[in-house]
């Protein structure tokens, strides 16, 4: 069964559907190909294998019988551990909520059950989802299928990893700041941040019991979600499954008109590409941006126009940041106090510097975003698409910290994630792709920003990528 952990989940379903595998034998190969990499990664944090056997086999029973079943029967995923399943635990990567069960799906997992998949078990995040390199102290470090020594990224490391390293062919994932983007350029996966609104977020308590029910609250929409899978046309049937509007999240949009799997062929002709490798501000690791730069060029042969964009953004570090952190603040102030001694330092810091966060900051944050959607605007009205580095630089250390210097020239904070988080700033829909390895033999990624709500072109471009540069068929050796 050894060739399968490596194929895409459309081919998954096709076997499935071809009676060439059944969805009970997919799920013992997957559970077994999990026991044996994940003490390697640390991806996973928790399964449900007893319980996803058999809902595979009632699945292999109802097929055999004839039935005509959702898009995604069978198929095994994994969910981010901020994301909640019935009946698992929902921790956040945060001692105090180790025990904290859920009582209901995620509108996300629900709509992904509904189409057939399986929920294999909880992949592993940062605290949070705070940092962009995966480590709590309540499970410990996941590490790069690419180099165990490296990160895989974050705050959906779990997610990238157990793709990568051939667990599962599709995983959740959450984008407040670059979430599914960063991991996916570290692991060499396709990832998607959808469109604010594309997806619905659930409003559910953090902490499910009843005497402790402080919601989640997402007052500026920095938060979306997506997935990360293997290849693209993976991606598309994912966001066929989940997409569209739901009455608990007013900020939903409806379904569109058509499928997204059935117009990834549909790319426009002769489009106008922008390609800017720094946005004004940001440096790159020198091999990240010859790998970067190859693969924008692609969009030449393809038969488009690539130009570099001669525009700059403001400085949005300190607007995204004040927003985020408020954010957090909103969600966990209650009891912080109670809290504070078993949660990591970085993340109390930044709540206690939330709390000096005033109404004259969060008015300039919003008129720092009005700046930024006005350039945006300007930038869509002669360009078709953006493209820039996903990240600055190849993964770094599993344990952390971020990088504070690329090629010897120092970089603030943020400049370790300089090109992710603007666009959870300003809502634009916003994929990587893999543009291939460094020196290291780590993987970079190209970033495609399209238009407002434009998802389908987004999901278009990374599809005829895709088709000149297949990656599908390169993944790392793991040995377990």
């Known amino acids: 069964m050894e060739s399968i952990h490596y194929k895409s989940a459309l081919e998954l379903v096709e076997l499935i559907n071809s009676g060439q595998i059944s969805p009970l034998e997919l799920m013992e190969a997957t559970i077994e190909r999990i026991e044996a990499v994940n003490p390697i990664l640390n991806a996973f944090v928790s399964l449900r294998a007893q319980e996803a056997i058999d809902e595979a086999k009632v699945l292999t029973e109802r097929l055999a019988s004839g039935e005509v079943l959702g898009p995604l029967t069978g198929l095994p995923f994994g969910v981010k551990d901020l994301e909640d399943v019935k009946d698992m635990v929902t921790s956040f990567g945060s001692i105090p909520y180790k025990d904290n069960v859920a009582q209901k799906d995620s509108i996300q997992v629900s709509r992904l059950k509904a189409a057939g998949a399986i929920v294999v078990g909880k992949t592993n995040t940062p605290e949070f989802g705070f940092t962009g390199f995966t480590k709590n102290r309540l499970y410990g470090v996941t590490r790069n299928p690419w180099n165990t020594e490296r990160t895989p990224g974050g705050s959906s490391g779990g997610s990238a990893a157990a793709v990568a390293g051939g667990m599962v062919s599709v995983a959740t994932g959450s984008d407040m700041g670059g979430s599914i983007r960063i991991p996916s350029s570290y692991s060499g996966c396709y990832g998607l941040k959808t469109s604010l609104g594309r997806i619905p977020v659930t409003y559910a308590p953090f902490f499910h019991a009843p005497q402790n029910p402080f919601p989640f609250i997402q007052m500026h929409g920095l938060l979306t979600l997506g997935p990360i899978t293997r290849t693209v046309s993976d991606a598309a049937l ?186 959870n700033l300003s809502g634009h829909p916003a994929a990587s792709v893999p543009a291939g390895l460094t020196e290291n033999g780590l993987p970079a990624g190209l970033q495609i920003i399209g238009p407002r709500h434009r998802d389908d072109l987004v999901l278009q471009a990374s599809y005829a990528y895709e088709q000149m540069r297949p990656w599908n068929d390169r993944w790392p050796q793991l040995y377990a």
């Open 238 to 423: 994912y966001l066929d499954c989940v997409a569209g509007s739901h009455p608990s999240d007013p900020a939903t949009l409806p379904y569109p008109n058509r499928s997204f799997l059935k117009s990834l062929k549909d790319m426009p002709k002769n489009l106008r590409l922008a390609f800017s490798p720094t946005l004004g501000y940001a440096r790159v690791q020198g091999d990240v941006m010859r790998q970067v730069e190859e693969a924008a060029g692609c969009f030449e042969t393809l038969g488009h126009r690539v130009e570099i964009w001669k525009g700059e953004f403001p400085d949005v570090g300190g607007a995204w940041s004040n927003l985020s952190n408020s954010e957090f603040y909103a969600q966990l102030h209650k009891d912080l106090e109670k809290n504070r001694q078993e949660m990591g330092r970085t993340l109390v810091m930044s709540l206690d510097h939330a709390r000096s966060i005033s109404l004259a900051d969060q008015i300039e944050a919003q008129n720092v975003r009005t700046e930024l959607n006005q350039i945006m605007e300007g930038l869509f009205e002669q360009f078709h698409l953006l493209l820039t580095p996903t990240m600055p630089t190849e993964a770094f250390g599993a344990k952390g910290p971020p990088p504070s210097e690329i090629d010897g020239h120092p970089i603030p904070l943020l400049g370790a994630v300089a090109f992710t988080y603007p666009f």
